[in-house]
Antibody, heavy 125, light 108 residues
Framework: EVQLVESGGGLVQPGGSLRLSCAAS????????MNWVRQAPGKGLEWVSY????????YYADSVKGRFTISRDNAKNSLYLQMNSLRAEDTAVYYC??????????????????WGQGTLVTVSS | DIQMTQSPSSLSASVGDRVTITCRAS??????LNWYQQKPGKAPKLLIY???SLQSGVPSRFSGSGSGTDFTLTISSLQPEDFATYYC??????????FGQGTKLEIK
């Protein structure tokens, strides 16, 4: 059974740092691209960051670029999000999500097929 | 960046009703469109990928259609467990990938 379990959330002051982790099990973690997606309280979903299976390709949303760093340790089946210079607007539940590319009709269709339960990050003084 | 707009933002319906939710992209995204269901306090769940492909295990009352800029999610006969918030998401080209603002489906 595929499982993604986030941890590391909590209360942090503006300007502070936090490191989120996502422990993966039930699949070959090193074969999958991974993402972080967040959801502010009562709001919609916002894609945050992407990392390729090897870690060689990384993307960020403009809202977190230069402050957040995504990484992975395939030997430990773990995904990470280092969050620095946190702001009140970063307050959200952070989900890790496994990505799949399904190829047909000579096109690759990309989607998030498994999500963790989320970890809450609250940025407040 | 590609913007996704869903309509309506909220919808009231009864068990057994046929319901349609619309998602529009700010530019053509071919069929790179996914639909997710989210219940309160839970993670999103994939329903439809590539605009019209049903994810394994998802009931056949859910269907998706569209290509280019206009897409729809249809629930053919609402069940009590379908009352939730639905999000579309585009996965065209490289990130950033964006979600619609969500459609909250409530019991009438």
């Amino acid at each position: 059974e595929v499982q993604l379990v986030e941890s590391g959330g909590g209360l942090v002051q503006p300007g502070g740092s936090l490191r989120l982790s996502c422990a993966a099990s039930g699949f070959t973690f090193s074969s999958y691209e991974m993402n972080w997606v967040r959801q502010a309280p009562g709001k919609g979903l916002e894609w945050v960051s992407y990392i390729s299976s090897s870690g060689s390709t990384i993307y960020y949303a403009d809202s977190v670029k230069g402050r957040f760093t995504i990484s992975r340790d395939n030997a430990k089946n773990s995904l990470y999000l280092q969050m620095n210079s946190l702001r009140a607007e970063d307050t959200a539940v952070y989900y890790c999500a496994r990505a799949v590319i399904n190829y047909y009709d000579s096109s690759g269709y990309y989607y998030f097929d498994y999500w963790g339960q989320g970890t809450l990050v609250t940025v407040s003084s | 960046d590609i913007q996704m707009t869903q309509s309506p933002s909220s919808l009231s319906a009864s068990v057994g009703d046929r319901v349609t939710i619309t998602c529009r992209a700010s530019q053509s995204i071919s069929s790179y469109l996914n639909w997710y269901q989210q219940k309160p306090g839970k993670a999103p769940k994939l329903l439809i990928y590539a605009a019209s492909s049903l994810q394994s295990g998802v009931p056949s009352r859910f269907s998706g259609s569209g290509s280019g800029t206009d897409f729809t999610l249809t629930i053919s006969s609402l069940q009590p467990e379908d009352f939730a918030t639905y999000y579309c998401q585009q996965s065209y080209s490289t990130p950033p990938w964006s979600f619609g603002q969500g459609t909250k489906l409530e019991i009438k």
